[in-house]
């Protein structure tokens, strides 16, 4: 340490402001500096001789300052009252019993909370089935032909099976579908929809479905299912009247089967009536419900269409049909049966008049318009 | 509860006294009235405006309890007010006639126990040798006269030092000015006060 350093440390030295090296570092310098050592000194002497005398305060002002505060505190502004007790709670609040006991009541509380809902804790449960659920692994099995069954509808009506999915609601079950252009075995089929349906709902088999006494006799309390179940039995039997009437009841009523019903209606009434009656029917039907079961209607209206030899509005159906994914491909192809019918219409009409013009020609001209005729019958 | 608050700090006792407890506040009353009061003395140099300007310190504590930081320093904060107070007076009191040391302190010179300021602080100190107690008279005579003529930044600064026994950086915080001019001040203040009590060598070896 130099003098000009002592210097700026003098008066930390004298009123003990130094950390104990800087002090020492002092002492030493002014053992040795004589300059030093008297600034020091001397310093220290004024201090200790110049201690300021203090004088003691006046009686009574510390009374009078106690006097006052407590009058100031009865005229402090409520704001700051409560700012005072809000302060004094805080500080209660703050302590650390007080913070152990808030943190011991959450973790009681939250325990509570967890452990309140426990499943094990209610003694009675009350579970209601509602409705059957569906089965995925649905098998649909294919019985003999029945000597004695009906003819089944046409193309795509077969299809309509309903297995009832969680909602309740008829379920289109496309694995069934047929190929409209590739007729298959449609009567065994055809029987392997109640079959299925039947099998879903409790195991009854075909067999087994109630004749018509038991069907009527159970109608007034029928519930939809059973009523569906009992036209469906007329229908597969052949009694188309009974089916068609009873599938309109069901379709009037309205309920999870009334579009099946109604389009079944529409086929029953096709056994009945014929195509010419049916085919509005199925325009209806086709109207009422967009879907599945509105493109079976208008396809079972076109092939109807098709056995009236209306083929403009049967082509008119079909198109409408391409729109629909699971009819794209089968009604494409029926548009170009019907193109190939029409030309093949228009090449024989054409060769029939051309034998007409020649008399040599004729008996051979004959039998080309009968091959030209419509296969299909309407019944 | 006596004993606890006797061991706390200046600060807890003034958290104590924000949250409403009443015996805080005397407690620092107790401790620093008699402080202030020579500071704002000294800085006055009139008794009775002294004690109003004490009463008046710890008024504005009570009254801006609710503002004290509890990181703050209480000393600070309590020798700032007296500080602004005492400057506020000095004002007043220029455009006055000052009260000087031969004035009778309560205003009745014609009262038989009227006493001048001068031998309120030369009150000898009865455990002290009567030669000793008639030099010290003399000598406390001549630190008063000596502090009273020091500029008024040194005779605060010396105060501050002295009286409330701040450190320089708290001195440097309430004054406003830097730690180094503190000591400076200081510094000339001591060389003053030496220089005034020049004649008492023999007294201050006597008390060593």
């Given at each position: 340490?130099?003098?000009?350093?002592?210097?700026?440390?003098?008066?930390?030295?004298?009123?003990?402001?130094?950390?104990?090296?800087?002090?020492?570092?002092?002492?030493?310098?002014?053992?040795?500096?004589?300059?030093?050592?008297?600034?020091?000194?001397?310093?220290?002497?004024?201090?200790?001789?110049?201690?300021?005398?203090?004088?003691?305060?006046?009686?009574?002002?510390?009374?009078?300052?106690?006097?006052?505060?407590?009058?100031?505190?009865?005229?402090?502004?409520?704001?700051?009252?409560?700012?005072?007790?809000?302060?004094?709670?805080?500080?209660?609040?703050?302590?650390?019993?007080?913070?152990?006991?808030?943190?011991?009541?959450?973790?009681?509380?939250?325990?509570?909370?967890?452990?309140?809902?426990?499943?094990?804790?209610?003694?009675?449960?009350?579970?209601?089935?509602?409705?059957?659920?569906?089965?995925?692994?649905?098998?649909?099995?294919?019985?003999?032909?029945?000597?004695?069954?009906?003819?089944?509808?046409?193309?795509?009506?077969?299809?309509?099976?309903?297995?009832?999915?969680?909602?309740?609601?008829?379920?289109?079950?496309?694995?069934?579908?047929?190929?409209?252009?590739?007729?298959?075995?449609?009567?065994?089929?055809?029987?392997?929809?109640?079959?299925?349906?039947?099998?879903?709902?409790?195991?009854?088999?075909?067999?087994?479905?109630?004749?018509?006494?038991?069907?009527?006799?159970?109608?007034?309390?029928?519930?939809?299912?059973?009523?569906?179940?009992?036209?469906?039995?007329?229908?597969?039997?052949?009694?188309?009247?009974?089916?068609?009437?009873?599938?309109?009841?069901?379709?009037?009523?309205?309920?999870?089967?009334?579009?099946?019903?109604?389009?079944?209606?529409?086929?029953?009434?096709?056994?009945?009536?014929?195509?010419?009656?049916?085919?509005?029917?199925?325009?209806?039907?086709?109207?009422?419900?967009?879907?599945?079961?509105?493109?079976?209607?208008?396809?079972?209206?076109?092939?109807?269409?098709?056995?009236?030899?209306?083929l403009?509005?049967?082509?008119?159906?079909?198109?409408?049909?391409?729109?629909?994914?699971?009819?794209?491909?089968?009604?494409?192809?029926?548009?170009?049966?019907l193109d190939q019918r029409v030309a093949d219409q228009e090449l024989a009409a054409r060769r029939a008049s051309a034998a007409a013009a020649s008399p040599a020609a004729a008996p051979a001209a004959k039998g080309k318009p009968a091959a030209a005729k419509p296969?299909?019958?309407?019944? | 509860?006596?004993?606890?608050?006797?061991?706390?700090?200046?600060?807890?006792?003034?958290?104590?006294?924000?949250?409403?407890?009443?015996?805080?506040?005397?407690?620092?009353?107790?401790?620093?009235?008699?402080?202030?009061?020579?500071?704002?003395?000294?800085?006055?140099?009139?008794?009775?405006?002294?004690?109003?300007?004490?009463?008046?310190?710890?008024?504005?504590?009570?009254?801006?309890?609710?503002?004290?930081?509890?990181?703050?320093?209480?000393?600070?904060?309590?020798?700032?007010?007296?500080?602004?107070?005492?400057?506020?007076?000095?004002?007043?009191?220029?455009?006055?006639?000052?009260?000087?040391?031969?004035?009778?302190?309560?205003?009745?010179?014609?009262?038989?126990?009227?006493?001048?300021?001068?031998?309120?602080?030369?009150?000898?100190?009865?455990?002290?040798?009567?030669?000793?107690?008639?030099?010290?008279?003399?000598?406390?005579?001549?630190?008063?006269?000596?502090?009273?003529?020091?500029?008024?930044?040194?005779?605060?600064?010396?105060?501050?030092?002295?009286?409330?026994?701040?450190?320089?950086?708290?001195?440097?915080?309430?004054?406003?000015?830097?730690?180094?001019?503190?000591?400076?001040?200081?510094?000339?203040?001591?060389?003053?006060?030496?220089?005034?009590?020049?004649?008492?060598?023999?007294?201050?070896?006597?008390?060593?």
């Amino acid at each position: 340490m130099d003098c000009e350093k002592f210097d700026r440390i003098v008066l930390d030295l004298l009123y003990d402001e130094l950390d104990e090296l800087t002090t020492a570092a002092a002492k030493r310098h002014m053992e040795h500096c004589a300059r030093c050592r008297s600034i020091g000194s001397g310093l220290r002497a004024t201090r200790e001789v110049g201690a300021l005398p203090l004088v003691e305060p006046p009686e009574g002002l510390e009374l009078r300052i106690l006097q006052a505060e407590e009058q100031a505190a009865q005229l402090l502004p409520l704001g700051k009252r409560l700012g005072r007790g809000l302060s004094l709670l805080a500080g209660y609040a703050m302590r650390p019993q007080v913070s152990m006991a808030a943190v011991l009541m959450l973790v009681i509380g939250s325990s509570l909370f967890f452990l309140r809902a426990q499943p094990g804790d209610r003694e009675h449960v009350l579970v209601t089935e509602r409705g059957v659920p569906e089965n995925d692994t649905e098998v649909v099995t294919v019985l003999p032909k029945r000597a004695d069954a009906p003819e089944p509808p046409r193309a795509g009506a077969h299809a309509v099976t309903s297995s009832r999915g969680e909602d309740g609601a008829p379920r289109r079950d496309r694995a069934a579908e047929p190929k409209a252009a590739a007729p298959a075995p449609a009567p065994e089929r055809f029987a392997a929809a109640p079959q299925a349906e039947t099998g879903l709902r409790g195991g009854s088999s075909l067999g087994a479905i109630a004749d018509d006494k038991e069907a009527e006799g159970s109608e007034a309390n029928a519930d939809p299912d059973s009523s569906y179940d009992a036209a469906m039995a007329a229908y597969r039997d052949g009694r188309y009247s009974e089916a068609q009437r009873r599938f309109d009841e069901i379709a009037s009523q309205g309920g999870p089967h009334a579009a099946n019903a109604a389009l079944y209606g529409a086929q029953a009434l096709r056994r009945v009536s014929g195509c010419p009656a049916a085919a509005r029917r199925f325009e209806e039907v086709h109207t009422r419900y967009p879907g599945s079961v509105g493109s079976d209607a208008a396809w079972q209206a076109a092939d109807c269409y098709r056995s009236l030899g209306e083929l403009a509005r049967a082509r008119q159906n079909y198109e409408q049909l391409s729109a629909d994914p699971s009819y794209k491909t089968r009604a494409k192809e029926a548009i170009a049966e019907l193109d190939q019918r029409v030309a093949d219409q228009e090449l024989a009409a054409r060769r029939a008049s051309a034998a007409a013009a020649s008399p040599a020609a004729a008996p051979a001209a004959k039998g080309k318009p009968a091959a030209a005729k419509p296969a299909a019958s309407s019944k | 509860m006596a004993a606890v608050q006797g061991d706390a700090t200046d600060e807890m006792l003034m958290v104590r006294y924000q949250r409403g407890e009443r015996k805080a506040f005397v407690e620092l009353v107790r401790r620093h009235n008699r402080s202030i009061y020579n500071f704002v003395l000294r800085q006055l140099r009139v008794p009775s405006v002294a004690e109003d300007v004490t009463q008046d310190v710890f008024m504005r504590l009570v009254q801006n309890a609710a503002e004290f930081k509890h990181e703050a320093r209480f000393l600070t904060w309590l020798y700032t007010i007296a500080r602004n107070l005492c400057i506020d007076q000095l004002r007043k009191l220029s455009h006055r006639r000052h009260a000087s040391l031969d004035q009778p302190q309560h205003g009745a010179g014609d009262q038989p126990d009227a006493q001048l300021l001068g031998d309120t602080i030369s009150d000898p100190d009865p455990h002290v040798s009567a030669e000793l107690n008639a030099l010290s008279s003399e000598v406390r005579s001549s630190i008063v006269k000596a502090v009273d003529s020091l500029p008024d930044d040194q005779r605060e600064v010396f105060l501050l030092r002295e009286v409330a026994n701040l450190p320089f950086r708290d001195i440097a915080e309430i004054t406003g000015v830097g730690e180094n001019t503190v000591k400076s001040r200081m510094r000339y203040a001591l060389d003053r006060l030496k220089e005034a009590l020049s004649d008492f060598e023999e007294y201050a070896r006597a008390l060593r």
